[in-house]
């Protein structure tokens, strides 16, 4: 084509097509033409997640579809359904009609363990009982509808079965002012002034979280005020962490210190709260020196940073340290959640390349091995992985926010649905406590590192798998040969138990194993003295004959109190005799501040 004769501005377009046309599919393809369109479908599929606070509408979709088609081409199943349904109804019909005349008739169904909603007492006069029957009934029924349908994938059925028990829940005459007999007997009580009150709250929280502000009472535990208030010293700071060395309250320690690695997720002082129920402060009072990681906030500058980021400049970097500061010693690491994680990735790491300094390792609700995660593996897939990466890929990072969702979601009854009936409907706001306080008080994750974690482990599950690689080798857990102190909690969403005692299978080293009770965070914060507190604990050497988690707790009585208690005793059976006080700090290692440091402080 002759460009000479077209004007100047049309002969370079012209010019410019005809290059981009002609050009090599392989040119193309070396440059950053592939990475502008994936770009694109990143930006597009941010905007999704954003609307969907992450959810994924394509993986429900196709989980739906996949259960709703083999549901319609199973004539059985159907049948089966249709029974059953026949005969609930029935059962119900029988049972309406024989307690409108014997209030003490017994109930048809009962509620699932932990399915406090119709506990109170009022919930059995009538028609009460009628409508939360029926609503057990119909959830009963939807739960066999979702389950056992032959050919669906186990994740389709967790996801569909889920997504329903999402949905009925919207509709459980708990939520509703008419017809939940507890709100009905506060409304007479008040004259109607408990939804005025529960008006007032649902505004300010509202207000609240439009301001990013946290929810109300929380701004009474403030960090180093009346939380975090153990004495110690900031000893060492680098981009990622802070490392408080916590000042001893005894003449003598034991000579290997404590290193504590919590999880980045959240605030490091889950285990430093008030000074009643602080673990790190229990461990100072018992003769130990107590080392902490303080994760930085990071922000959308930090989106490159990746999970083995947090290893070298958190757990490596703090050894470093603590080597320095007390020289000689090796060190009993302990790691909560994530941070435990982090720690058996550091520990297999260490130990392959003939690193000893650790002393032992304690894990508290973390999990090595993913394959059986709970109900979080309900997020995790490659489609609900793309959308959330796409989200963190856009702003930099995961914000907290983002985080709690998902959390409450898998446990709507005990976080949404009875906030909304309590806080909104009965107008009763419950007081804050340091636990709450904290709970609130949430950090960001780097979009990077939240991406490894997700698809390595959670995902593909590499690291039990032997595929988790660090320096180019691969971490394997039967490399340490340390002993184990692992902490599970019954009732934790987080980190189920029955994953946390996969570890049995993945190291080749005594292995403590300890059940306690509560949840994720208040069965670690189970200090002693603290009512209805019980734990089981045994010991299986290496070499021993392995139990499945169901035969352990069966071989394994329970005990009560805190397991506090039997932690250190287990620390000080693996500690050489005392010495003496060692200093804060150390030559190339000056004090920076007080404890509880500027990382925690960051918003």
């Known amino acids: ?47 999704v997640a954003r609307a969907t606070s992450g959810l994924s509408p394509a993986a429900l979709s196709l989980a739906y579809l996949d259960w709703w088609m083999h549901l319609a081409t199973a004539p059985g199943k159907q049948a089966e359904l249709g029974l059953k349904a026949w005969r609930k109804a029935a059962r119900f019909g029988s049972y309406a009609v024989a307690s409108s005349f014997d209030r003490t008739f017994p109930n048809c169904i009962t509620p699932l363990p932990g399915d406090e909603r119709f506990s109170a007492p009022v919930w059995q006069d009538w028609p009460f009982r009628i409508w939360y029957q029926a609503f057990l009934l119909n959830q009963q029924w ?23 028990r999402q949905l009925l829940d919207v509709f459980s005459p708990s939520n509703s002012p008419l017809t939940n007999p507890e709100v009905i007997r506060r409304t007479r009580e008040t004259g109607g002034a408990n939804f005025v009150e529960g008006a007032r709250n649902a505004l300010a929280d509202l207000a609240r979280k439009a301001s990013d502000a946290p929810p109300v009472g929380a701004e009474a535990f403030v960090p180093g005020q009346n939380v975090a208030v153990t004495p110690g010293e900031v000893v060492f700071r680098n981009h990622l962490i802070e490392l408080i060395q916590y000042r001893a309250t005894t003449n003598e320690v034991a000579a290997e210190p404590v290193l504590i690695v919590p999880a980045w997720i959240m605030k490091y002082y889950i285990l430093d709260l008030s000074p009643e129920n602080s673990l790190v402060r229990y461990l100072v009072s018992k003769g130990h020196t107590v080392f902490c990681i303080s994760w930085r906030n990071v922000t959308q500058e930090d989106r490159h940073l990746g999970f083995d980021d947090y290893r070298t400049e958190g757990v490596m970097a703090a050894l470093e340290a603590i080597a320095a500061i007390v020289p000689g010693s090796k060190v009993h690491a302990a790691g909560y959640c994530l941070g435990g994680t982090l720690l058996s990735v550091a520990a297999g790491a260490m130990a392959r390349a003939g690193d000893a300094r650790l002393a032992s390792i304690t894990l508290l609700a973390a999990q090595t091995d993913f394959s059986e995660a709970g109900e979080l593996q309900l997020f995790v897939d490659p489609s609900e992985l793309y959308m959330l990466e796409s989200m963190m890929w856009d702003q930099g990072y995961l914000a907290a926010g983002q985080m709690a969702g998902a959390f409450e979601m898998l446990r709507s009854n005990d976080l949404v649905w009875s ?13 804050m406590n340091d636990l709450m306080a904290w709970n609130a008080d949430a950090t960001r994750m780097p979009y990077r590192m939240h991406s490894d974690y997700l698809r390595r482990f959670f995902l593909d599950n590499d690291l039990a798998a032997g595929r988790y690689r660090v320096n180019g080798r691969p971490v394997s857990l039967l490399d340490i040969k340390v002993p184990l102190f692992v902490v599970g909690t019954e009732r934790d969403h987080v980190a189920p138990w029955r994953s946390v005692f996969k570890i ?52 394994t009585k329970p005990q009560d109190g805190s397991w506090w208690l039997a932690w250190d005793a287990w620390l000080a ?18 004090t920076l501040g007080p404890a509880p440091g500027t990382y925690v402080m960051q918003r």
């Open 573 to 590: 059976a693996r500690s050489t005799g005392p010495v003496g006080l060692p200093k804060i700090g150390g030559p190339d290692y000056p």
């Open 142 to 164: 939807w739960h066999n509808a979702t389950h056992g349908v032959p050919g669906v994938k186990p994740h389709d059925e967790a996801l569909v079965a889920f997504a329903a």
């Open 419 to 431: 906030r909304l009936v309590h806080e909104y409907l009965m107008g009763e706001r419950p007081p």
């Open 504 to 555: 049995h299978q993945l190291a080749d080293t005594d292995v403590t194993f300890v059940l306690t009770s509560g949840g994720h965070n208040a069965g670690i914060v189970s200090e002693p003295g603290h009512k209805h507190r019980h734990f089981r604990l045994h010991e299986t050497k290496h070499g021993d004959m392995h139990l499945g988690p169901d035969e352990w707790v069966e071989a």
């Open 1 to 47: 084509m002759d460009f000479s004769r077209l004007p100047e501005s049309a002969r370079m377009l012209a010019q410019t097509w005809a290059r981009l046309t002609c050009q090599d599919e392989e040119d193309f393809d070396r440059g950053s033409g592939p990475e502008a369109f994936r770009a694109v479908d990143r930006a597009a599929a941010a905007l």
